[in-house]
């Protein structure tokens, strides 16, 4: 991922924004957010602002300004803290720690990371630091069992990458996360939870029941929506940012409601598809459009 610092290109006026926000509005209060985690449908419900229909949570555009407010009080309190960004740098480029594969010694073969490659991915970015890589691990060892893996990634990240430690956002259980979580307080890190949104329209899946399992232990919260265009959002570029947008504030607003003085942020994050098989396209100009 890179990204060019100081640069704030609109491709859309505040009025055209306003009226997205308005639609996500109105998303929210007509359809509302089908919520699959019974524990947090059970506690949203009678709550002001939030009416329970048919498993759906409608929710009143107050509320979501009352989670706007909170979390933008929780920014500016930490807006003092020492930041290590790079962003007085002209470009910045950002390695991911995902499961990754590599090119063979063949230039032909791809096949999966193992330990070595990822130790020696690591100290190539840890060597490339003073000029702007930034980054822990490049990827997730293979060669160890699956149960291992994402440890095994932490550990090769505090030995070797001067970041230290961490983990990607790829823990999909209540147990590896508890393992994150002790890694942390090792490390002194405080833990921030995503919550990856399937849509259309839903507050589900595993990585919600991490975060609800560890609501008193997190610092910070995120939810992310990916709606596929032509899939699972309309084809209109436009329609699928209002939907992505509806669906991250208005779990962030259930979640917010249900988490007092946690900050809730968002990350809408729509995709495209390839119409022959469904897959979602990397790369491709309409992604690069989006992104």
């Not at 090769?156 to 983990?167: K, L, M, T, V």
């Not at 991250?248 to 098989?277: N, Q, W």
């Amino acid at each position: 991922m890179i990204w060019r610092a100081g640069l704030s290109d609109h491709i859309l006026d505040s009025a055209a924004l306003d009226r997205m926000h308005a639609a996500a509005l109105q998303i929210l209060e007509r359809t509302g957010i089908a919520v699959g985690h019974a524990g947090i449908l059970r506690e949203i419900a009678g709550r002001v602002g939030f009416r329970m229909f048919d498993g759906r949570v409608r929710i009143n555009p107050s509320r979501v300004e009352a989670w706007r407010q909170s979390t933008a009080i929780c920014c500016q309190a930490a807006a003092g803290a020492p930041s290590k960004s790079l962003a007085h740098r002209n470009f910045r480029c950002v390695v991911s720690n995902r499961p990754s594969s590599v090119v063979a010694s063949d230039g032909v073969t791809v096949r999966p990371m193992t330990t070595a490659d990822v130790i020696a991915g690591t100290k190539l970015v840890d060597v490339l630091h003073a000029r702007g890589v930034e980054g822990n691990t490049v990827g997730t060892p293979t060669d160890v069992p699956i149960a291992l893996q994402l440890p095994a990634q932490i550990l090769i990240g505090a030995e070797y990458s001067r970041e230290g430690g961490s983990a990607s956002n790829l823990v999909c259980d209540v147990q590896t996360a508890e393992i994150v979580l002790e890694m942390d307080a090792v490390y002194g890190r405080s833990h921030s939870q995503s919550v990856w949104c399937p849509s259309p329209l839903r507050l589900d899946g595993s990585e919600l029941e991490i975060l609800w399992h560890f609501r008193n232990t997190v610092k910070s919260a995120c939810v992310g929506s990916m709606p596929v265009m032509g899939l699972t959002a309309p084809c209109d570029p436009f329609a699928a940012f209002t939907l992505a947008v509806a669906e991250c504030i208005g779990g962030a607003t259930i979640l917010s409601e249900l988490m007092p003085g946690i900050p809730v942020s968002i990350c809408p994050h729509p995709m495209t598809m390839d119409p022959r098989t469904g897959v979602m396209v990397f790369g491709s100009p309409e992604w690069e459009i989006l992104d």
